[in-house]
């Protein structure tokens, strides 16, 4: 269930309230007993408390003195981060509805914010609980009062909500139910509540076009690979050739004949996570009906040692028709997106980012904090999508691509080799990728902020949905410059 927010008029009476305030005086126009305002300036002024709690019985009252003191995008990730703690006490009592009341009426972004973070972190994965009684949260509605507010603003974030929460589901299920098969169905009934053209591969036709990356990974599989393809063209779209994201799309990755050990496995349904965020952006960009044109490519497979797979030492034929020599069975995301990323030049793009769970290197390196991007041709665009980074808060990376890691990928027996050596393996993997693109190119490596062991503020455990907003704010700003 999705936590729906809307713009109010007025607050009744008996409502549970947030107020967002930066002076004690503006509390005098709303309903405080004489004893209710001295016990919130003892607490700001002698306790130097920033967050008040009123119990009234009938009713809930929270008062939080807004601080400036921080940049814009660090200011509404501290409110986001906000509106999740409150969420906790929210649904700790039982309340079923909030209304959040911008008490200046000029803290609009900030009263979203706090909205967004609750909205966010409200999400529940409970489809194979047996037993929900207690488990299930109580708040469904958030309105806010800001006389700044705009309800398009409002409509907009119950949508890139929606479509966070939505990829976040996609990684949360189980390979027993979401199999290739099954994620390309899931997406594609997704976007049937939009106008997204969707067409999905059968492996009869990826056999056809000779995708040899991911017919190899597919190998050890009983379930066949699909390939999806979305495409988003609005009647007035501002690009003629389209930005396009690629998103791995391995629904469950044992490492194949290099088989991962103990708990490096047990997360691993989260390989999908690049599809996913490809998946939900889309579907919100339609939503917002954004004058832009994009399309969404899915390899997708399953990465298992059974049957006939594919082992260390074999030489693959790429769709491009280089050649590649598997040296780690384990590196098989990259294989799977070079196809994707070969089969991205027959429309000419404009520009090109790929997003995936790629290497343990970059978890190592940023953990979960950033994403780790690496680009070619593709300067202007790289800052632009930083820039979206710092807006929702999850923020790029950018690595070196120097030439000389091209060393690293270099096969004495076949084109390239599908991994470099013991270090810069986040750089490798995307110089190997680098090998299939020719146009203006982004690489997102997410394998640090895909997916939470624990709790982590309004991400959640386990799916968080990274990049959904990340490509739909690049997309709007997208819109609005053009």
């Known amino acids: 269930m999705q936590t729906n927010i809307r713009k109010a008029a007025k607050i009744s009476k008996n409502e549970n309230i947030l107020l967002l305030v930066e002076d004690v005086k503006k509390l005098s126009k709303f309903s405080f007993s004489e004893k209710e305002i001295a016990y919130i300036k003892t607490q700001k002024e002698k306790n130097d408390k920033d967050f008040v709690a009123i119990n009234q019985f009938d009713n809930w009252v929270f008062v939080k003195f807004i601080k400036k003191e921080k940049e814009l995008y660090q200011l509404t990730e501290e409110y986001r981060k906000f509106g999740d703690k409150l969420l906790s006490r929210i649904n700790e009592n039982k309340i079923e509805s909030i209304a959040i ?18 909205a966010l972190g ?14 299930v949260n109580t708040l469904k509605i958030i309105s806010i009062l800001s006389e700044k507010l705009d309800s398009k603003d409002i409509e907009d974030m119950n949508i890139i909500v929606d479509a966070t929460l939505k990829a976040r589901t996609l990684v949360n299920e ?19 509540e939009t106008t997204v053209k969707t067409e999905i591969m059968s492996k009869a036709k990826i056999e056809a076009l000779k995708m040899g990356g991911l017919l190899a990974v597919n190998k050890g599989s009983v379930d066949p690979p699909t390939f ?15 930005i396009i994201f690629v998103g791995k799309g391995i629904v ?35 939503k917002l009906k954004l004058n832009v044109y994009v399309v969404g490519l899915i390899p997708a497979t399953d990465n298992r040692p059974g049957g006939n797979a594919y082992v260390p030492g074999d030489i693959i034929k790429m ?17 799977i997106l070079a196809d994707a990323l070969t089969y991205a030049k027959k429309y000419k793009p404009e520009l090109v980012i790929d997003i995936a ?26 800052e632009q999508l930083k820039q979206s980074g710092h807006t929702v808060y999850e923020r790029l990376v950018e690595f070196p691509f120097w030439e000389e890691y091209d060393e690293l990928v ?16 986040a750089i490798t993997a995307g110089k190997f990728l680098q090998h299939f693109v020719d146009y203006p190119w982004i690489h997102l490596d997410i394998a640090g902020p895909s997916f939470n062991d624990s709790a982590d503020s309004y991400r959640g455990s386990a799916g968080t949905g990274v990049g959904v907003r990340l490509f739909v704010d690049f997309i709007k700003n997208k819109s609005k410059k053009k």
């Open 174 to 192: 189980p390979v027993c139910y979401l199999n290739a098969i099954t994620l390309s169905y899931e997406i594609e009934k997704m976007l049937k």
């Open 122 to 135: 409200n999400y529940q994965f409970l489809k194979y609980k047996s037993v929900l009684k207690d488990k």
């Open 319 to 335: 769709f491009s028709g280089k050649t590649v020599e598997v040296l780690n069975t384990d590196a098989e995301g990259r294989l």
């Open 252 to 286: 469950f990755d044992t490492g194949g004949m290099n088989l991962k050990t103990g708990k490096t496995m047990e997360e691993m349904k989260c390989d999908m996570s690049g599809a996913a965020a490809v998946a939900g952006a889309l579907y919100a960009i339609a």
């Open 357 to 382: 769970t790629l290497t343990g290197a970059a978890h190592a390196a940023v953990g979960k904090y950033g994403i780790v991007a690496m680009g070619d041709k593709s300067e202007k665009e790289m």
């Open 101 to 118: 009341v911008d008490v200046e009426g000029k803290n609009n972004i900030i009263a979203l914010s706090v909205a967004e973070g609750m």
């Open 228 to 242: 999806t393809i979305m495409e988003w063209k609005p009647q007035k779209a501002i690009n003629k050739n389209p």
């Open 410 to 425: 270099k096969s004495s027996i076949a084109d390239i080799k599908n991994i470099g050596g013991l270090y810069a393996g």
